[in-house]
């Protein structure tokens, strides 16, 4: 038997009405589950405008220390929308495989 | 006892019933097919005699939509619908029992258009057989004003929080005049106590109510409402006793007219039951031995009074009011075959799908089902026979 984490109640142990009594845990679901593809950044191209940050209709790209906008990939789902509105093509979606 | 007897309407006063159980919301479109009871509803708040919210909106769906967000903030939730109404709200009435949400609907029996109809059977609620409210038949007017206070009172229970249905058949009992005992409002005050829900939205300790399930939860999910379902049985039958204790009418999962030593029984549910129970008395008089076991809930089955009820019958006459094209016939009869399947001395089971779209079933019709039966007796009777009794061919 696989060990019984939070994520596998038994009918017993659901809340009545299957209700959600913790506000805002959805921050813990892991949506980059969700990923085929990944948002690679070239920082020979980036200039660091940060328009994928303004796009990324998740809000899970990051700034990171030096400056660099990345993606979070516990929540990034791959959808390529900040690849597509880079201006210096500087992010690749490269198959979560590869 | 009382003496607080009024001829009335069913629909007039089972909307009376609705304002002394004082609900807070109700929420219903307002057409055909609608009844008089939101109707009396809507002059009883306009007139201000009850303080609710009433909430004619622009769809069955929305009217159960509405229902369901009403319910979730803790207020005691009603509305009331027949036949295409129902089928329009469809998608919203699987949703309130596995949210938890104790609505109560009476449901005026109409049959599903095609072809377009309006009368009374049982084709729309057989629609929904599987929907997990709990459900229950009525009789006659003073079933219905009492299960109106039952319905509230069981849904809101802690213990069981699912949403009820009341069927009352329609015209055949929602626009009939008839005695109704009224309760006074201290009864209704003693038997329904205040709606204290076990979870609601409220600003105050956040919750989510509806959010998706995962595959991963969702088989336990169904077992969870299944298993409310069920277990509502006991809840169910508090309430009717203590109502009987209130006012002397005791109503039961399964009831039995002339049934003790009855080796031939009929199966109804709703209003005919009455007609059928006219035939019985002839029947009896002929020297037969016939009688009469009612299904008053339909959700959850109860197994163990049915079966009890039948356990020394040698034939059951089951009488449906809906068909299930291309299947074993009746609802009805299918699932009371299921029941006794592989019991000892399992009786022959006749089924006859009756009284389609409001055509009378007569007490001579019900003698005639009686009679074929009897015939049939010693033959095979499989459990996808059935006759659609008086069609002309």
């Known amino acids: 038997m696989p060990d019984k984490t939070i994520e596998e109640p038994t009918w017993r142990e659901l809340p009545v009405g299957c209700v959600v009594l913790e506000p805002g845990n959805a921050s813990r679901y892991k949506t980059g589950d969700w990923r085929s593809m990944q948002p690679v950044v070239d920082k020979e191209k980036c200039i660091r405008c940060g328009v994928c940050y303004i796009f990324c209709p998740d809000m899970a790209i990051f700034k990171t220390d030096e400056g660099f906008f990345v993606a979070d990939l516990y929540y990034c789902k791959g959808c390529g929308i900040c690849a597509r509105e880079c201006f210096t093509g500087c992010i690749s979606m490269i198959p979560e495989e590869e | ?393």
């Open chain 2, 1 to 393: 006892m009382s003496t607080n007897r009024k001829g009335i309407e069913v629909s007039i006063g089972a909307a009376e019933a609705i304002a002394m159980a004082d609900v807070d919301v109700i929420a219903a479109y307002p057409i055909t097919p609608q009844t008089h009871i939101v109707e009396h509803l809507s002059e009883i708040v306009a007139r201000g005699d009850l303080d609710a919210e009433f909430i004619p909106v622009e769809s069955e769906h929305s009217a159960m939509s509405v229902c369901c967000g009403a319910s979730a903030v803790g207020a005691r939730t009603f509305t009331c619908t027949s036949s295409q109404g129902l089928a329009l709200m469809n998608e919203i009435v699987f949703i309130a029992p596995c949210m938890r949400l104790p609505v109560v609907m009476i449901l005026a029996n109409r049959s599903l258009s095609g072809p377009l109809s309006i009368w009374n059977d049982h084709s729309d609620v057989m629609s929904i057989r599987d929907c997990g409210w709990i459900q229950v038949f009525t009789e006659n007017g003073q079933d219905v004003f009492d299960h109106v206070f039952f319905a509230f009172r069981v849904a809101e229970s802690r213990q069981v929080s699912l949403p009820v249905i009341v069927n009352v058949d329609g015209f055949i009992l929602t626009h009939m005049i008839e005695a109704i005992e009224y309760w006074e409002p201290e009864m209704v005050r003693r038997y329904l106590p205040e709606f204290n829900p076990v979870n609601r939205l409220h600003p105050d300790k956040p919750i989510t109510m509806g959010a998706f399930g995962m595959p991963g939860i969702f088989t336990e999910a169904k077992k969870a409402q299944n298993e409310a379902l069920l277990s509502s049985k006991v809840e169910i039958l508090r309430a009717w006793k203590e109502m009987g204790d209130i006012t002397g009418r005791y109503y039961k999962p399964v009831e039995s007219y002339q049934a003790d030593d009855a080796d031939t029984v009929f199966l109804t549910m709703g209003s005919l039951s009455e007609t059928v129970s006219i035939a019985v008395d002839r029947l009896r008089d002929q020297g037969k031995k016939v009688g009469q076991v009612k299904l008053r809930l339909w959700r959850p089955f109860p197994f163990q009074e049915f079966r009890q009820a039948v356990k020394h019958v040698k034939k059951i006459i089951v009488l449906d009011r809906a068909l299930s094209f291309g299947g074993p016939g009746g609802p009805v009869a299918s699932e009371i075959r299921a029941a006794l399947y592989g019991e000892d001395n399992m009786p022959l089971i006749t089924n006859f799908v009756a009284g389609l779209a409001g055509r009378d079933v007569t007490v001579n019709d019900y003698m005639a089902m009686a009679e074929k039966t009897e015939q049939l007796a010693g033959s095979k009777v499989r459990q996808d026979d059935y006759i659609i009794y008086g069609v002309r061919e």
